[in-house]
């Protein structure tokens, strides 16, 4: 049998970074993962081939909608999907073949198969071809990331009913998807399809889309999705889905006035969520348990209730979010060379990639209001930027939240172009504890998107916005 110092059970961005960070701190280390491809759900059904296909489909959408205007005319523009499906297929093979060169440059050792707790230190691993074999580690990182979640009444087939992983490899464009849920995950892959033509109904059970943001972004985020045609069955309880030959239906009731709606499309996807998916661990034999939602509790540090395991990413508290993973992957590595590392989880991005991108850190104002936070708000419209009129990018705002007697910045909210890559500026102002005046009296090239952040925190500073 052999030993480790190490073993991380899973291998997607929280489990494979973690392995890397212990292989430098000069651990043996190991990884177990359930399929032959390394890189988990983000890499290979998720974050990656989900951003290959919305670049994708908007580059057709400027092609379609934007280019006239920009002086660049085209005839006979149509959509190849399977040509779309095979460059994202492809730049998830590229992606998912550097992990295993990562495993390899820093010498660790992978292991397929499932992974399942014989007792504390030994983890038995069960091949595909009924071969089992077992390892000990003196410390274990339990990695395994989720699943798509469903809700009563609704049983995916992953033909007609489908989840985001069904949804990325479809033969042809639909002419109607229906999609439960509001979440991010359903708004970009609905985003995907609306680009390409397809006509989008989102049945949602809230009265917001995207609903763990700050309801300003959730409001400008759904006035975008209309522009592109998405209609919207807010605060609607599914009740059922079925399938009929090649059409799908699903029926839903309104919760204000109780009248049932029934929608009928190609396609029914499921976007309710996910669930921890700690299956089939035995988690018993090292003498823990997940809770009634399949997560594993855990402390400040990530460490379980049975010392020398750990758990990070989707499978313990807090948002299921791939940065999030990484970050507490590299913080247990940290730990257990015995470092002292630094995790802020309000700190920790939360990014939504359509178009506009909508980016997120810090409180909400809701929070802060059920906080009883005395705050001010300065914000700054995409449309009186010169950077955004010459790209036409024009939709959504970045708004401040800074604390009233301090300015110190409390939350950033933004939906516009570029959003996902400029929410990294806020997170170094918050990480250093910067004040709205800080960020007004720091120079931004222009012309630049980042400068309405800029322009947002001088309205946040006595109102000085200098371009509104």
């Known amino acids: 049998m052999q030993t480790f110092d190490v ?71 149509k959509v ?55 390892i000990e580690s003196a410390k274990i990182i339990i990695a395994t990331g989720s699943k798509p979640s469903s809700v009563p009444g609704v049983t995916i087939d992953k033909k007609r009913i489908i989840t985001s992983t069904e949804a990325l490899n479809l033969p042809s464009v639909p002419e109607h998807m229906i999609i439960i849920g509001g979440g991010v995950i359903g708004m970009e892959m609905g985003s995907v399809y609306a680009r390409l033509g397809a006509k989008i109904s989102v049945v949602e059970y809230t009265d917001a889309i995207v609903g763990a943001f700050d309801r300003t972004l959730c409001k400008e985020l759904q006035k975008s999705l209309a522009k592109l045609g998405f209609e919207f069955y807010m605060q609607h309880k599914v009740t059922s889905a079925s399938v009929k030959g090649k059409t799908a239906s699903v029926k839903a009731v309104s919760l204000s006035d109780n009248k049932e709606i029934e929608l009928k499309g190609d396609y029914v996807l499921v976007s309710t969520g996910r669930r921890p998916y700690t299956d089939g661990l035995n988690l018993e034999k090292a003498g823990l348990a997940a809770d009634e939602r399949g997560r594993i509790a855990v402390n400040e540090h990530c460490e379980t209730s049975v010392p020398g395991i750990y758990a990070i990413g989707d499978v313990v508290r807090g948002a299921m979010l791939a940065h999030k993973a990484e970050e507490e992957g590299v913080y247990v590595a940290e730990r257990m060379a015995g470092q002292h590392p630094h995790i802020n989880h309000l700190l920790i991005p939360n990014v939504v990639y359509t178009w506009p991108e909508v980016a997120s850190v810090g409180y909400t104002e809701e929070q802060l209001k059920a906080d009883k936070r005395v705050y001010k708000i300065g914000s700054f419209p995409f449309k009186a930027s010169g950077r955004a009129r010459a790209s036409m990018d024009t939709d959504g705002l970045i708004k401040v939240l800074a604390d009233k007697e301090t300015d110190e910045i409390l939350g950033v909210h933004m939906i516009g172009p570029r959003a996902a890559d400029m929410i990294a500026e806020a997170v170094v102002a918050m990480e250093f504890r910067a004040s709205a005046e800080d960020i007004a009296r720091i120079s931004h090239a222009h012309p630049t998107f980042t400068e309405s952040f800029r322009e947002a925190a001088l309205a946040a500073t006595d109102n000085r916005a200098l371009h509104i």
Do not use: W
């Open 80 to 134: 190849n999907l399977p040509q779309m499906v095979a460059r994202k297929n492809d730049v998830v093979k590229q992606t998912t073949a550097g992990i295993d060169y990562l495993m390899k440059k820093n010498k660790i050792t992978v292991f397929h198969g499932h992974g399942s707790f014989e007792s504390r230190n030994t983890i038995s691993i069960a091949g595909d071809k009924g071969k089992t074999e077992k």
């Open 7 to 77: 073993a991380v059970i899973g291998s997607g961005p929280g489990g494979y970074v973690a392995a890397i960070r212990c292989a430098q701190l000069g651990l043996k280390t190991a990884v177990v993962e359930r399929y032959s491809v390394l890189g988990g759900t983000c890499l290979n059904v998720g974050c990656i081939p989900s951003k290959a296909m919305l670049d994708s489909s908007e580059h057709f959408h400027n092609a379609a909608h934007t280019f006239t205007e920009h002086g660049i005319e085209l005839s006979n523009l």
